[in-house]
Nanobody
Framework: QVQLVESGGGLVQAGGSLRLSCAASGRTFGRYVMGWFRQAPGKEREFVATIGWSNAYTLYADSVKGRFTISRDNSQNTVYLQMNSLKPEDTAVYYC???????????????WGQGTQVTVSS
């Protein structure tokens, strides 16, 4: 079982940056695919980025390519989402999640954090 806790959200102006962290408790963290998802008010939760067993395997939603970077530090049981050039449409609650396999379907992710709010002002 994996317990996930996100942090690093907040209020930022358009064009600014934030770095989200997801701290995991568990002794098999390195064997899990990790992902970031987000949900804005009135919209479905959507895929943002995912990372495999190492930093060499990453996949991003088209809407964040070139702006967001997902990474992981297995020695610290932590995944990160570096968000640059933020836009108002990035405003959402961001969730960290883990899966046994690589993919973008949120239904395949078994463990979820509580979410952290990101608000981007115009």
């Amino acid at each position: 079982q994996v317990q996930l806790v996100e942090s690093g959200g907040g209020l930022v102006q358009a064009g600014g940056s934030l770095r989200l962290s997801c701290a995991a408790s568990g002794r098999t963290f390195g064997r899990y695919v990790m992902g970031w998802f987000r949900q804005a008010p009135g919209k479905e939760r959507e895929f943002v980025a995912t990372i495999g067993w190492s930093n060499a395997y990453t996949l991003y939603a088209d809407s964040v390519k070139g702006r967001f970077t997902i990474s992981r530090d297995n020695s610290q049981n932590t995944v990160y989402l570096q968000m640059n050039s933020l836009k108002p449409e990035d405003t959402a609650v961001y969730y960290c999640a883990s899966s046994a396999r690589l993919g973008i379907d949120l239904h395949n992710y078994n463990f979820w954090g509580q979410g952290t709010q990101v608000t981007v002002s115009s």
